[in-house]
T-cell receptor, first 114, second 115 residues
Framework: NAGVTQTPKFQVLKTGQSMTLQCAQD?????MSWYRQDPGMGLRLIHY???????DQGEVPNGYNVSRSTTEDFPLRLLSAAPSQTSVYFC?????????????FGPGTRLTVL | AQSVTQLDSHVSVSEGTPVLLRCNYS??????LFWYVQHPNKGLQLLLK??????LVKGINGFEAEFKKSETSFHLTKPSAHMSDAAEYFC?????????????FGQGTTLQVKP
């Protein structure tokens, strides 16, 4: 299993540009999430999904869109990039099994918006 | 609402001495708690997770954490620090009892290990 994969690893955008961060998992996990990591703030949840066709907002959803057409993929779209979206983005997935189940994180995408 | 507070933003220890990274949580439910580690320019790796089976949880690389409900704490410890332990550590609580995968992260503690 490749686990959780993210592309690209690095990206530089100009203000106003749009792009999509890709996330895929091959573990058949129902739950997937996007986080952003900023210095001194830990990771904050942007959007999450509990299954194909179902998404919901997290703590910091503004400026981001998501969709979940398949179990495997959960892309994050920036419609009009802003410098405040400069961050490291992590995708995560986990099983819907009951009990305490850990999330698996991708390696991250480092995004800079100029 | 669930929240987690890491009491130290930066901890510095000498190699071979004990490590203590402090974490307090707030939860309306019986919490699910985790510690994750992030080495420089790397993703997050699970160190350990709390299940209700045992209050003392052993993780990878010699780390362990003790769940203390009366103190609402979940401190991470290691008897003897190694240079390779230098990283950022996150205490994490599950946002809602059991499911959805929503996690609340602490602000992180940077562990420095001096030779």
């Amino acid at each position: 299993n490749a686990g959780v994969t993210q592309t690209p690893k690095f990206q530089v955008l100009k203000t106003g540009q749009s792009m999509t961060l890709q996330c895929a998992q091959d573990m058949n996990h129902e739950y997937m999430s996007w986080y952003r990591q900023d210095p001194g703030m830990g990771l904050r949840l942007i959007h999450y999904s509990v299954g194909a066709g179902i998404t919901d907002q997290g703590e910091v959803p503004n400026g981001y869109n998501v969709s979940r057409s398949t179990t495997e993929d959960f892309p994050l779209r920036l419609l009009s990039a802003a410098p405040s979206q400069t961050s490291v983005y992590f995708c995560a997935s986990r099983s819907a099994l009951s009990g305490v189940v850990a999330q698996y994180f991708g390696p991250g995408t480092r995004l800079t918006v100029l | 609402a669930q929240s987690v507070t890491q009491l130290d933003s930066h901890v510095s220890v000498s190699e071979g001495t004990p490590v203590l990274l402090r974490c307090n949580y707030s939860s309306s439910y019986s919490p699910s708690l985790f510690w994750y580690v992030q080495h420089p320019n790397k993703g997050l790796q699970l160190l350990l997770k709390y299940t209700s089976a045992a209050t003392l949880v052993k993780g990878i690389n010699g780390f362990e954490a003790e769940f203390k409900k009366s103190e609402t704490s979940f401190h991470l410890t290691k008897p003897s620090a190694h240079m390779s332990d230098a990283a950022e550590y996150f205490c994490v609580v599950s946002a809602i009892s059991g499911n959805t995968g929503k996690l609340i992260f602490g602000q992180g503690t940077t562990l420095q290990v001096k030779p």
